[in-house]
């Protein structure tokens, strides 16, 4: 059994709850939040989850201090990853991180540099890529021939939008919390389009913004990324749904797919969460430090390719 401490109580660690239980070596026993009233009543509404036992915390430093627990998932807002990931590692834990691993290029190799030199897994938490479809998808697209052009989608009206345009901002839209269209969803379709292709030689980028009284955000970008012969394009977007399927062109045939960040996962014989977790634990049972799937490599990748569009706009 692995023993997981849960940072924050939002919507993001309820979703993954739901797959790690799936996982008969995951168990949780414990929750990190700023309030401590929050954390136990987290842990009331989850009986499913946790045991009797479970413990509070209301800092993360206090959390990875714990020797009950071995891994520490983070569902905070972006900015909280670096410093909440570099507390646990430097007490010893194994830290699954939601995306964005970090907010920019320095982060997460500082993040990466320190699970390495304490010997812990750092995975980030992306599910797109470890899904059966995604993975098959990816493995399809190596027999179609020299890849000769790729388009890809995530194009979601986000349900905070409203809220958002009557100054209501979610950390999703807090240019102080790391949040945007980029990070929250062009993410998936560079992670993905990554995994698939690699590192392009190159990127062009476009975004929409809109104000915030802490600055603009962006709500909608596109991207060309160049690859030696072919280019590929992004768009992503939190101001409106657009139902297109992301395709993958060879010299030999062509693959389809809609909504590549989940890939069909009404069809999963697991809740989609559950993945991440089995390829977590999987990787710290069998002595690895780091997923082939989720590499630090390709984290690394994408974050340079974030940084560029970022700068470029
Ligand atoms: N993998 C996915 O499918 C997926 C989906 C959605 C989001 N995400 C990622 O998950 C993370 C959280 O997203 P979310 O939509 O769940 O966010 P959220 O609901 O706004 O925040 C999650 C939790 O973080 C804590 N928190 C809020 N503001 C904070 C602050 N300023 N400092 C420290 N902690 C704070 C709160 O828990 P407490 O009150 O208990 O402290 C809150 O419930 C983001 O990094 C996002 O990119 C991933």
């Known amino acids: 059994?692995?023993?997981?401490?849960?940072?924050?109580?939002?919507?993001?660690?309820?979703?993954?709850?739901?797959?790690?239980?799936?996982?008969?070596?995951?168990?949780?026993?414990?929750?990190?939040?700023?309030?401590?009233?929050?954390?136990?009543?987290?842990?009331?509404?989850?009986?499913?989850?946790?045991?009797?036992?479970?413990?509070?915390?209301?800092?993360?430093?206090?959390?990875?201090?714990?020797?009950?627990?071995?891994?520490?998932?983070?569902?905070?807002?972006?900015?909280?990853?670096?410093?909440?990931?570099?507390?646990?590692?430097?007490?010893?834990?194994?830290?699954?991180?939601?995306?964005?691993?970090?907010?920019?290029?320095?982060?997460?190799?500082?993040?990466?540099?320190?699970?390495?030199?304490?010997?812990?897994?750092?995975?980030?938490?992306?599910?797109?890529?470890?899904?059966?479809?995604?993975?098959?998808?990816?493995?399809?697209?190596?027999?179609?021939?020299?890849?000769?052009?790729?388009?890809?989608?995530?194009?979601?009206?986000?349900?905070?939008?409203?809220?958002?345009?009557?100054?209501?901002i979610a950390p999703a839209f807090d240019p102080r919390l790391g949040g945007g269209a980029l990070e929250d969803l062009g993410i998936y379709t560079v992670y993905t389009m990554l995994s698939i292709l690699g590192e392009p030689a190159g990127v062009r980028a476009e975004q929409l913004f809109e104000p915030t009284p802490y600055g603009p955000i962006d709500v909608e970008g596109h991207a060309t990324l160049a690859y030696p012969g072919f280019n590929a394009e992004m768009t992503y977007s939190k101001m409106r749904d657009a139902k297109v399927p992301t395709t993958v062109t060879g010299a030999e045939g062509s693959l389809s797919v809609d909504e590549i960040h989940i890939c069909a996962q009404d069809k999963l014989e697991k809740n989609p969460y559950f993945y991440e977790f089995e390829e977590f634990i999987g990787v710290l049972e069998s002595g690895r430090r780091e997923s082939a799937v989720n590499s630090h490599a390709l984290a690394l990748a994408v974050r340079r390719v974030m940084d560029s569009i970022h700068r470029q706009v």
């Open 1 to 168: 059994m692995i023993r997981f401490g849960i940072v924050g109580t939002g919507r993001i660690s309820d979703w993954v709850l739901q797959g790690a239980i799936q996982d008969p070596r995951f168990q949780a026993v414990a929750v990190c939040s700023r309030k401590a009233d929050t954390a136990a009543a987290f842990i009331s509404s989850h009986p499913q989850v946790f045991g009797p036992d479970a413990k509070v915390f209301t800092s993360i430093e206090a959390m990875a201090a714990c020797p009950e627990v071995d891994a520490i998932y983070i569902g905070t807002p972006n900015t909280t990853h670096c410093p909440y990931t570099l507390a646990a590692i430097a007490a010893g834990k194994h830290v699954l991180c939601e995306k964005p691993l970090g907010c920019n290029l320095d982060e997460v190799e500082r993040m990466v540099g320190a699970a390495r030199a304490k010997g812990v897994l750092l995975m980030e938490a992306m599910i797109s890529t470890l899904n059966p479809f995604f993975r098959a998808l990816k493995e399809e697209a190596g027999k179609i021939g020299p890849i000769r052009g790729y388009e890809t989608f995530y194009c979601q009206r986000s349900s905070k939008l409203d809220n958002f345009r009557k100054g209501i």
